[in-house]
């Protein structure tokens, strides 16, 4: 959508009255401290609703946690084994919340007894110093631990690359990769443990009537009632709010390939190499040495798919894409066999950024999403920042509200 229909289309709304009104804590439905527990529904359990779900919860909520499959499910953009976790990013916001997550992860598996944290350290390079230069000055004032590596000894550091092409590497220590299923079914599990209300249940968002949206019709025939509704449904939210998200989320295909590193090189594959990507254009990422898998990935993005439907098989061309580079930069793994593959889907905002605003129309419904292919890392924080908008506890953050996509005036490429 174009800055002019985007704005002619928050005109419209009636709740807005011809203004954008802010989503602050001003405007929020928070009950007094004293007063009855406002009751929240979260519709979506991946990485960004289950958070939401658990922090609502801690932050003194009464809370309804609805997933249509179940917290994690193979279709679900938080499903499959890994996600990478990093504090590479050229805007400070994210490097920040990538530094709260990690603190959260790191006390989660504590609390839990759990293993979803792998230090195993993180490697971004590249030849184009912009990315690198704009990150390493945010990782250091957030105080990152980081390490930059110049191109004549990333080989020398990495005998398994081929350093060819590389100019510049930053090595992060204390960044890693998180087990995303298991995570995600985790927070679930707390959310039960401590008092949260979990059901298995297709949720619609209910009729929306002088600016507030009413009872959620689920698909037993049955309804649901909250004062507050908070929407995390990851690559399903755009169908469900076509005239808000219609133009502003594109939902993309992303394919994973696992290869099984040759005998001779798992050591060299499995233990000694981090966790690393390749900034550029394509951009390809891997996790080495989770179930003795070398896993890859292109951030590049794919086209346009339908989340229920898409074909989960991949395809010949992004077998030999992914095949030829790897053998490229990794030349021990040549020929190596590939032993799996999963295809998934990202919810690409159009600047990237995540959604985590009301809905114009609806003061008691929230719209989450737009993770854009790096949100999961960003779970604990996240869900802390939205509980407590939701909570009327703090204040909503510009980079996440939909107002923002009135000043952007370029269309979605
Ligand atoms: C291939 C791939 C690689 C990625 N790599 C990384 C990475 O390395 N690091 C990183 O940080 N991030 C990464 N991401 C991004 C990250 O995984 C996502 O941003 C994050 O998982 C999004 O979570 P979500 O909760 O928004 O969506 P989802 O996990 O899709 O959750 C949405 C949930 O809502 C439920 N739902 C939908 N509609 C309804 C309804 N009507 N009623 C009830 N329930 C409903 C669904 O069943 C689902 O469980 C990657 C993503 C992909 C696809």
Redesign the pocket.
């Known amino acids: 959508m174009k800055r002019r229909s985007f704005m002619k289309y928050l005109m419209s709304l009636p709740v807005l009255g011809g203004a954008l009104k802010p989503s602050g804590a001003s405007a929020s439905k928070a009950r007094p401290a004293t007063g009855p527990k406002q009751h929240i529904v979260v ?8 958070w939401t779900a658990l922090n609502l919860l801690r932050q003194g909520a009464r809370v309804t946690l ?8 193979a ?6 084994e ?5 504090h590479a990013y050229e805007q400070r916001i994210y490097v920040d919340m990538v530094v709260r997550a990690l603190e959260l992860w790191k006390e989660s598996d504590k609390r839990w007894g759990t293993h979803l944290f792998h230090q195993k350290g993180v490697l971004f390079m590249g030849q184009e110093r912009q990315f690198i230069d704009a990150a390493t000055v945010h990782m250091e004032a957030a105080g990152v631990e980081i390490e930059i590596i110049q191109g004549s000894e990333i080989s020398r550091r990495y005998p398994q690359m081929n350093p060819e092409n590389l100019r510049w590497a930053v090595y992060e220590p204390d960044a890693g ?2 087990m ?1 299923r298991l995570a ?1 079914m985790a927070v679930r599990d707390a959310f039960i443990a401590e008092g949260g209300n979990f059901q298995l ?4 968002p209910g009729p929306v009537n002088n600016g507030e949206m009413g009872a959620l019709q689920l ?1 037993t025939g049955g309804s649901l009632t909250a004062d507050q509704y908070v ?7 755009k169908e ?1 709010f076509p005239e808000v998200l219609g133009d502003l989320i594109k939902v993309t295909r ?3 390939y696992f290869f099984r590193p040759p005998a001779s090189q798992r050591e060299a594959f499995n233990q000694d190499l981090p966790v690393w990507a390749e900034v550029g254009s394509p951009f390809y ?1 891997g ?1 080495p040495g989770y179930n003795g898998e070398f896993k890859i ?1 292109d ?1 590049t993005r794919g086209p346009e798919v339908d ?1 229920t439907t898409q074909s989960r098989a991949p395809t010949a061309s992004g077998i030999a894409a992914v095949r030829a580079f790897m053998e490229y930069r990794f030349p021990p793994m040549k020929g190596a066999e590939m032993v799996d593959s ?6 690409e905002s159009k600047d990237y950024n ?1 959604i985590v605003d009301r809905h114009p129309a609806a003061e008691n419904a929230w719209l ?12 604990p924080a996240l869900g802390e920042l939205i509980a407590g908008q939701v909570l009327g506890n703090r204040k909503p953050e510009a980079t996440f509200m939909l107002s923002r996509f009135a000043s952007l005036d370029t269309t979605h490429s």
């Open positions: 519709i979506g359990a991946g990485a960004f609703g289950g609805v997933d249509a499959i179940e917290a994690g499910n279709l679900s953009s938080s499903g499959g890994t996600r990478v976790i990093r990769y998180l995303a995600t249940v297709t949720a619609k698909h929407f995390a449904c990851g690559p399903w939210l469900l992303q394919e994973l990422y996790i990935g951030d989340p999963r295809v998934c889907q990202y919810s995540f989450v999403g737009g993770g854009s292919g790096h949100g999961f890392k960003h779970g």
